[in-house]
Every structure is written in C-alpha cells, then in structure tokens.
C-alpha cells in the first residue's frame, strides 16, 4: 500500500480505522465522485477530500448529519451530506441526480462517536438508556428485550455474538425484565457468566454486539448496501469494505467471490448457492485482505478486529439484487 502524504489532515475527534489502507484502496484522482457510505465523525471524508475527491456522504444518524454541517462549510461545495440508510445509496443518490460514481466505502458497525456518548445506550462500558437505535426511531433495545422470548434472543446472542452461552444469558435476561439501562444488562449478563471483577475482558461484549446488529438490522442492510454500491459503481470505481465482525466479514468476502466469478462459501447466515452463477464477473479480483498493524492496535484498541476488503468495478451490468434472509 502506497502511504497517504504527510499532509492529509486527521479529523482530532475520530480517527478511522485502516485510513491509509482505505484511501490507497480507493486510488482517488482529483476531481472524482466518492461516496462515504458511513459518515459517522467523518474521519474518512476528511481523507477522501484532501485526496482530492467530490463526496457524498449517507448516515442514518441524525446527529452524525448535524455534526457534520461544520466540515460542509470547509469543504466549500465539494461535500454533500444525506440522511438516510446505506442499503439505499443508489436511490438516494439518483433523487439527486447522480446514477454513477468512482469509489464507495463503507465502515460497518458503531461508530466511535456513537459508542462515546452514553445516552445513545450502545456501551456497556456507560450507563444509559438501553437504546441502541442509529437512526434513532423504531423499537429500541429496552422494547425487544423486553418482549421477545427467551428462544429468540438466545439465536440473536448466538448467530450474531457467537456467545456459546446465549441460551443462559438469555434465561438471566427474561428473569431480569423490565430492563431499561445499559448498566443493568451489563450487570445481568456478567452475572450470568459468572464474569469476576476486574477481569481483563468483559463479557458483555458479545451480547452488545449481537442486540444492537439484530435492532438495526445490520446484515439486511450490508448486503443491501453492497447490491447498491454494485450498481452504482462506474467501470474502474473501486469498493472499499471495512468490518469488525466475522459474519459481516463473511458476507463482504462472499459478495466479491461471486461477483468476480468464484463460487462463495456458505455460512449458517448464508447458504451457499445451489448452482453456479453464469454471468459476467461485476468485480474484478478482490485485493487480499488487510489488517491493521501492530502500531494502528496500540493506538487504536477498536480496530484489533477490523477488515478492509476491495475491488474494481468492471463493465459488465449489474447482477439481479439477491435478498438475502440476514434476520433471525
């Protein structure tokens, strides 16, 4: 990977994971369009303009859009913010008349910003409303652990935590109820697993995770995201994917097998197809995975679990979009 110059700026508030790798993915030429499919604090769109890049970027967070007005007056026009899912870039970009681009990223999961602030109830680690919401409507974490039963949220841990205990925390969970803090599921799940004090990891990670994938649908939406970004994709545009979570993981290197001409390897969230695809490869062969490094985990103990995977665009039409069964 060719480092960025010294020059580019670090927004001070957040600082992406795989920055450099990301933007040497994308092989910005000035002038061209650049979709941040995930705003969040805008460490990336930062990057993507001084490389010099036009840029759209999406959040379904109503506040990462607020946020973000102050580097739309820095980027004096080259910037566009629009509120809505990444599932739907293709549509939200079409209402505003654009239906090709050069390069798309997506940096899949919470984000810094949102983890930090404990009245958006993501964090174990900060007591606050169990809510969970990125776009802050629909039913919330507090109202599905609340109602659903004991079966459902133990296949949520299991299929989208990989906690081997779900079943047990669950059962804690359902005794537990109402729940309405943070704080106190952290509590009902440590006890569950018999989590000692001071121990180094808690175990309240796993859990966290998969309730707040399964409340904003965030497998449904990767692939959504992934079918648009295909489409939107000019021939030579360049698709950048960093993900935090094995299964999402899966999904992205999944979705480039096919699309290159490979046959995909199936998971417990994805069979695999039953019969070959017989259409021109959409990608060409995706760049080995990258890692952080050693320095980027020190600094940055987020991004021990990240993954960057990339490709570029070729010219053959988009495959049919394939509506994948994510949920539980």
């Given at each position: 990977m060719t480092d960025l110059p010294p020059e580019l700026p670090r927004d001070p508030r957040h600082d992406p994971v795989l920055r450099e790798e990301v933007i040497a993915a994308l092989a910005i030429l000035p002038g061209e369009r650049h979709v941040d499919a995930t705003f969040g604090a805008g460490g990336y769109t930062r990057a993507m303009l001084a490389a010099g890049a036009d840029v759209i970027a999406c959040d379904r967070d109503p506040d990462?859009?607020?946020?973000?007005?102050?580097?739309?007056?820095?980027?004096?026009?080259?910037?566009?913010?629009?509120?809505?899912?990444?599932?739907?870039?293709?549509?939200?970009?079409?209402?505003?008349?654009?239906?090709?681009?050069?390069?798309?990223?997506?940096?899949?999961?919470?984000?810094?910003?949102?983890?930090?602030?404990?009245?958006?109830g993501f964090s174990f680690q900060?007591?606050?409303?169990?809510?969970?919401?990125?776009?802050?409507?629909?039913?919330?974490?507090?109202?599905?652990?609340?109602?659903?039963?004991?079966?459902?949220?133990?296949?949520?841990?299991?299929?989208?935590?990989?906690?081997?205990?779900?079943?047990?925390v669950a059962r804690a969970i359902v005794a537990a109820r109402p729940l309405t803090r943070t704080g106190e599921l952290a509590t009902v799940i440590r006890k569950a697993l018999r989590h000692p004090p001071g121990a180094p990891k808690d175990p309240s990670t796993k859990s966290f995770q998969a309730i707040r994938i399964h409340i904003n649908g965030e497998l449904d939406e990767l692939v959504a995201g992934?079918?648009?970004?295909?489409?939107?994709?000019?021939?030579?545009?360049?698709?950048?994917?960093?993900?935090?979570?094995?299964?999402?993981?899966?999904?992205?290197?999944?979705?480039?097998?096919?699309?290159?001409?490979?046959?995909?390897?199936?998971?417990?969230?994805?069979?695999?197809?039953?019969?070959?695809?017989?259409?021109?490869?959409?990608?060409?062969?995706?760049?080995?995975?990258?890692?952080?490094?050693?320095?980027?985990?020190?600094?940055?103990?987020?991004?021990?679990?990240?993954?960057?995977?990339?490709?570029?665009?070729?010219?053959?039409?988009a495959h049919s979009t394939m509506k994948e069964a994510m949920s539980c």
């Open positions: 990462a859009i607020a946020g973000g007005q102050a580097l739309v007056e820095e980027a004096g026009g080259k910037l566009t913010l629009v509120h809505g899912r990444f599932g739907e870039i293709d549509r939200l970009l079409a209402e505003r008349g654009i239906d090709a681009v050069d390069g798309i990223t997506f940096d899949i999961g919470v984000s810094s910003m949102q983890l930090d602030q404990g009245e958006r900060k007591d606050g409303p169990l809510d969970m919401r990125m776009a802050q409507e629909g039913e919330s974490a507090a109202d599905w652990l609340n109602r659903a039963d004991e079966t459902e949220i133990a296949d949520v841990l299991f299929h989208y935590g990989d906690e081997r205990q779900s079943r047990r992934l079918n648009a970004a295909e489409r939107l994709l000019r021939p030579g545009g360049r698709l950048a994917v960093v993900s935090f979570h094995s299964t999402e993981d899966r999904i992205v290197k999944n979705f480039l097998r096919e699309r290159c001409g490979g046959d995909a390897a199936g998971s417990r969230h994805r069979p695999a197809p039953t019969t070959p695809l017989a259409r021109a490869a959409t990608f060409e062969t995706p760049a080995r995975k990258v890692r952080p490094g050693k320095a980027e985990e020190a600094r940055n103990p987020r991004a021990r679990s990240a993954t960057l995977r990339s490709a570029i665009r070729t010219a053959a039409p």
